[in-house]
């Protein structure tokens, strides 16, 4: 479950240190995910 933090970054319920953060476009629409966990962070860019 996500848990909001602060502003589009969420933190993922029952885990500790992991999180996801939604990155926008100028114009706001959603243009990758940042998926954090300690010690490393993955990126997936939308496609289409």
């Known amino acids: 479950m996500l848990v909001p933090y602060?502003?589009?970054e969420f933190q993922?319920?029952?885990l500790s240190g992991f999180s996801m953060?939604?990155?926008?476009?100028e114009?706001?629409?959603i243009t990758?995910?940042?998926f954090a966990q300690p010690g490393v962070a993955f990126t997936a860019k939308k496609v289409a």
Not at 21 to 25: N, T
């Open 12 to 14: 993922l319920k029952g």
């Open 21 to 25: 953060e939604f990155k926008q476009a």
């Open 27 to 29: 114009d706001g629409r």
């Open 32 to 34: 990758e995910v940042v």
């Open 6 to 8: 602060q502003g589009t």
